[in-house]
């Protein structure tokens, strides 16, 4: 297995590559430019001594191998330095936003968390939701909480979720206020009381999320399980005397679980490049609010290394699916 984790993180080098020279060169023929949102009293040669501050004066070839030189190389001594609390890498060129003229990593390690909790905990929740509903439906197929379930699953994988955000928004802010509409990103949690306000600022983009991804889990949980129920290892181990609870448990759902676990994998970076519209409607300071302000701006480094870091999870998580099939499946090597 460790073979082939190598192997394909090896492969990964030229994909990662490929991707962000697509990447950067849709940026560089989209429309816009860093100075036009200046004022128009800027004299013109004042704004050309601007765009060549930004390095704009570069040939394009020149400037992405600049950028994957400081992403690769200054970047990592930086940080690396800063864990050690050395000084070696503190005058290297790093990775700089043309909106904030601030480094790019920096902007992302502040953002970062504020993702984490609301978008990790809304997949986190959406996982946990989806899993049982799942399993009771397949078990229970037809039944009222079957019909229920799927009724609720089309509806959360249907409405999109900028939607859903809208309508909780009124309903749970403005009519009833019981929840903040507006994510505070400046709240410390130190007491009880700041914790309170916290879960309660957390609840509706939490819900938006888990809502959209339970939908979807849930039908692939529920589908898997099916199928492995007509199988004819069921009927073998409940012809032996095995209990219900053991052949759905330890037998249908193992099996089950081989296509769910590549949805929950590869779902993880979706869920990240999804919630920019969440972000955006709950005003939750993340990456997701953050690469769209950069687009806005035309600030290509901020928005090149945020999708280079979304493309990064798509892979990593990638082979995180392809290892969990052989936990899940002794069949399965990778010799």
Request: without cysteine; hydrophobic residues 55%.
């Amino acid at each position: 297995m460790l073979t082939f984790a190598l192997r394909r993180l090896l492969m990964a080098v030229p994909t990662l590559l490929f991707i962000s020279l697509v990447i950067f060169l849709l940026l560089e023929l989209a429309p816009g430019d860093p100075v036009a949102d200046m004022p128009l009293t800027i004299p013109p040669e004042v704004r050309e001594k601007i765009r060549i501050s930004l390095g704009l004066g570069e040939p394009m070839h020149v400037r992405y191998a600049l950028w994957l030189y400081n992403l690769f190389v200054t970047e990592p001594s930086y940080w690396i330095d800063a864990l050690f609390g050395t000084d070696l890498a503190q005058g290297s060129q790093r990775i700089i936003s043309f909106q904030t003229r601030a480094p790019v990593f920096d902007t992302i390690a502040e953002r970062m968390p504020q993702t984490l909790i609301v978008v990790g905990m809304g997949y986190v929740v959406g996982v946990l939701i989806a899993l049982p509903i799942g399993i009771i439906s397949a078990y229970r197929q037809y039944s009222v909480f079957d019909q229920i379930g799927t009724f609720i699953s089309m509806v959360g994988f249907s409405v999109p979720t900028f939607v859903t955000g809208v309508m909780l928004i009124v309903v749970f802010s403005v009519w009833l206020g019981w929840f903040p509409s507006i994510y505070d990103t400046t709240l410390q949690v130190t007491d009880w009381p700041s914790f309170v306000k916290q879960m309660r600022q957390m609840v509706m983009p939490v819900f938006v999320l888990a809502l959209y991804n339970a939908a979807q889990i849930s039908r692939y949980m529920r589908a898997s399980m099916l199928d492995n129920m007509t199988q004819d290892y069921v009927r073998t181990a409940r012809a032996k005397g095995m209990s219900e609870r053991v052949v759905i448990l330890k037998h249908v759902l193992r099996n089950s679980m081989i296509p769910v676990v590549t949805v929950i994998a590869l779902g993880v970076p979706g869920v990240f490049t999804g919630a920019i519209i969440t972000e955006n409607v709950f005003k939750v300071n993340g990456l997701g609010q953050q690469l769209l302000l950069s687009i806005q701006g035309n600030d290509a480094p901020m928005v090149l290394t945020i999708s280079f870091i979304f493309a990064i999870l798509i892979v990593l998580f990638n082979l995180i699916a392809d290892l969990l099939y052989g936990l899940l499946d002794p069949r399965i090597r990778y010799d």
